[in-house]
């Protein structure tokens, strides 16, 4: 009986040491009040804070940073916020500061300005992942590579820069490799002074490191102008563009933003063997919209269209019975190939030619040709010898032709005409009778 007396005082002492709980969350005062206090942090100089701005003036500003009261950003430490936001800093705007006085009975004393180079590492690392593309200012340079302001020095290899455009390499001697390094440090120091266009690829702190790169912003500038490119193209227009590239069937052009190619047989109004005879590469020139894929992202382009065709006016310019001025290019079985105009050729059918006018047609001479009929569909003219036109000497006399065509430097070296051109062309009129219907 005793103990369990014992027992049960003890037991009402336990309880009238507990203190009071709340009935509802069943924590104690002290508990309750602990809960209401805030998680103010304990700053360090030189630490540095997101806050939030809640007054501005022009002495200083006020920014809530957790604190039991604001801290305070002098004007000499604000420096230019425009800079960064890309507008003035308004009340409600986050920021970073750097922490010069902690919080001592009284207000934290901040600096905008000092935290700037925090601000741009933690920029530079989110744009590695948002792909952001930067204009920066070039300031300095080394034989890798140059140097660029962003707030932070960044560095941008030679293999990452698009402004130094290296050709022929590979193939140079010892002599012409050293000359080359000699002025490929060169065109770096040319530039020191202007802007270009980058993106960062590569972020380290703890060394201080930061790798950009102008090709890939390059890339990405041109797949932003290449959608807007072919949101602009339609078929007929003229448009400006550079040889991107050659090959054997045709060339490219670049258009600002994606190529377009130009087959071979739109280059020019007369016959091409190789884009490398009429065009270069680099070589800035006007071309005409043929076509545009939007689906494929395919340009047809025409270079001679930007012209007017030679042909519209044919008639005109060299009707039938016409005594004009041609330039051998070349004799065959099938009959010789005349260079009358550009983008206008002639054909003499074997059946046409005495054998005694073969020691004229030399192949490059200037020599007089009647027009004897217009091929419309193969765009050549049937022409007949009018060496009545010829001096002593052999010389065409200019006074007494209607129409004369200069020749040019080097004659094209143009293909055969097949058995069956030469036969199909013997089905038009004849020497003969286009004779007997002009004398009627």
């Given at each position: ?19 009071d709980r ?18 103010i ?47 003035p ?68 290899p ?45 972020v ?11 090709r ?13 490119l072919f ?18 069937f ?107 006018d ?24 049937r022409?007949?010898?009018?060496f ?22 080097e004659a ?29």
């Amino acid at each position: 009986m005793d103990d369990e007396r014992r027992r049960d005082r003890r037991a009402s002492s336990r309880q009238a040491r507990q203190p009071d709980r709340d009935e509802d969350t069943g924590l104690t005062m002290a508990e309750l009040l602990d809960l209401r206090k805030p998680d103010i942090p304990q700053l360090r100089r030189g630490a540095v804070v997101e806050g939030e701005v809640v007054f501005i003036d022009s002495d200083d500003v006020l920014v809530d940073i957790g604190l039991k009261s604001e801290g305070v950003v002098p004007a000499r430490e604000l420096g230019d916020p425009a800079e960064d936001l890309g507008r003035p800093l308004e009340v409600g705007d986050r920021i970073l500061v750097s922490v010069i006085q902690p919080d001592d009975e009284g207000q934290a004393v901040l600096s905008y300005r000092r935290a700037r180079r925090e601000r741009r590492w933690r920029q530079v690392e989110d744009m590695i992942q948002s792909g952001e593309v930067l204009e920066v200012p070039v300031v300095d340079h080394n034989r890798g590579g140059i140097v660029v302001d962003l707030g932070l020095r960044g560095f941008v290899p030679i293999s990452q820069l698009t402004s130094l455009r290296r050709e022929g390499e590979g193939s140079e001697s010892r002599e012409e490799l050293v000359g080359r390094l000699a002025d490929l440090v060169g065109r770096l120091a040319d530039l020191v002074g202007n802007n270009i266009h980058v993106k960062v690829i590569e972020v380290d702190r703890r060394r201080n490191r930061l790798i950009l790169s102008e090709r890939l912003a390059d890339r990405a500038l041109r797949a932003q102008r290449r959608d807007e490119l072919f949101d602009e193209l339609e078929p007929g227009q003229v448009r400006e563009g550079i040889v991107s590239n050659l090959a054997s069937f045709g060339a490219f052009i670049d258009l600002g933003g994606a190529d377009g190619l130009a087959h071979i047989s739109e280059l020019s109004w007369d016959h091409v063997n190789h884009p490398s005879d009429v065009l270069k590469p680099r070589q800035r020139l006007s071309v005409y919209v043929l076509s545009v894929d939007r689906e494929e992202h395919k340009i047809a382009l025409s270079l001679k269209r930007v012209e007017e065709d030679p042909w519209d006016t044919i008639e005109e310019q060299y009707p039938p019975g016409e005594d004009i001025t041609g330039v051998v290019l070349r004799q065959s079985n099938y009959g010789v190939f005349v260079q009358i105009d550009e983008g206008v050729e002639g054909y003499l059918h074997p059946s046409d030619t005495d054998p005694a006018d073969v020691a004229f047609l030399e192949e490059g001479r200037a020599l007089p040709f009647r027009v004897l009929h217009i091929d419309y569909e193969r765009r050549r003219l049937r022409l007949l010898p009018a060496f009545e036109h010829l001096d002593e000497h052999g010389e065409v006399v200019p006074e007494s032709l209607e129409g004369t065509y200069a020749p040019p430097d080097e004659a094209d070296d143009h293909p055969a005409e097949s058995e069956d051109e030469a036969e199909d062309g013997a089905d038009a009129p004849t020497k003969d009778s286009t004779q007997s219907d002009t004398a009627e």
